[in-house]
């Protein structure tokens, strides 16, 4: 006995320190609205599985871009991912939505997911490199809708009195400026809104700066995917050692990977709040209500007709 003490006092310090890592904030005042809605990935959107894919070189199109075929010869309109069509869809039918800004180079809110905008535009270009009035140049998967900017979407939602959930996209050292122009933008609005980032610095200004907004890490198994991280701070990110100085109100973790030991603590034991992305199915959006977990979801429309986007969209006969 004398001999396994140690070990357990050891075993026992370290998990207690594991605990102190990634320990959330609890009990936000807003969650329990949070918690009665569903959030559509990028808007609901309906655009071609196509639409997904990468150029070899994310920042040079393919030509003719990879959704070219698909959405020309798509039997119903395409409603791109991000746009204000997908969003004002959401926003009609009930649900929340998540979706993406980054900062422009005189300072815009632009919302969209890549900084480069090869695969949804089919032009090379950099938001961060480019003005708010070159942006708009840009049509989204050869269609008619330009990419919008915050305080575009932010009157749908305010309207319909459901959450957006806001992914800070950080260029470099930018976090602090576009965190605050993020918030300044939505500040303007009454729009119900939580603001999540993969980066910690955004939510360490928000925890120092606006400390009333509900906040999340985004993360995933960068152990996997290294995304051109470091391996330090792939160990960091995906197992939330960096909680303890952020201490989020939820983690957004990638559905698959959801199992691993630093979120089921984190919101698990601990008491944190979980949103679970890229649901797919009503069977995983399902599973993940079941666990107690928002769900982010994509390619189909819950507790209705599920369209099941996992092929490309229907096309009409030629």
Request: hydrophobic share 45%.
């Amino acid at each position: 006995m004398k001999i396994f003490l140690p070990v357990i006092v050891v075993l026992a310090a370290l998990f207690a320190l594991l605990c102190f890592l990634v320990a959330p904030r609890r009990g936000h005042k807003d969650w329990a609205f949070l918690r009665q809605y569903r959030f559509a990935h990028r808007g609901l959107h309906r655009q071609p599985v196509s639409a997904a894919d990468y150029p070899a070189d994310p920042a040079v199109p393919d030509v003719p871009p990879r959704w070219a075929e698909d959405v020309a010869a798509a039997a119903e309109p395409v409603l791109p991912e991000n746009s204000l069509a997908a969003f004002r869809r959401a926003a009609e039918a009930g649900f929340g939505a998540e979706l993406d800004v980054h900062l422009t180079r005189d300072g815009r809110l632009a919302v969209v997911h890549d900084s480069e905008l090869a695969r949804v535009t089919g032009r090379a270009g950099s938001v961060e490199k480019l003005t708010w009035r070159e942006l708009g140049d840009y049509r989204l998967l050869g269609t008619g809708e330009k990419i919008p900017c915050l305080e575009e979407v932010l009157p749908l939602f305010e309207a319909s009195g459901t959450p957006l959930v806001v992914e800070i996209k950080t260029c470099g050292a930018n976090f602090a400026e576009v965190t605050s122009a993020a918030v300044a933008c939505l500040d303007g609005f009454h729009a119900r809104c939580c603001i999540e980032s993969f980066d910690p610095r955004v939510l360490l200004w928000l925890r120092r700066n606006r400390p009333e907004i509900v906040r999340g890490q985004l993360s995933m198994d960068f152990m996997r995917e290294p995304n051109g991280l470091r391996l330090s701070q792939r160990i960091l990110a995906t197992n939330l050692l960096i909680d303890f100085k952020t201490r989020p109100d939820f983690i957004a973790y990638e559905f698959g990977a959801r199992r691993r030991l630093a979120v089921r603590l984190c919101c698990g034991l601990l008491g944190g709040q979980e949103f679970n992305w890229t649901l797919r199915s009503m069977t995983d959006l399902a599973q993940a209500e079941r666990g107690g977990r928002l769900g982010i979801f994509e390619r189909f429309v819950p507790d209705g007709t599920e369209t099941a986007f996992e092929k490309p969209l229907a096309v009409a006969a030629k």
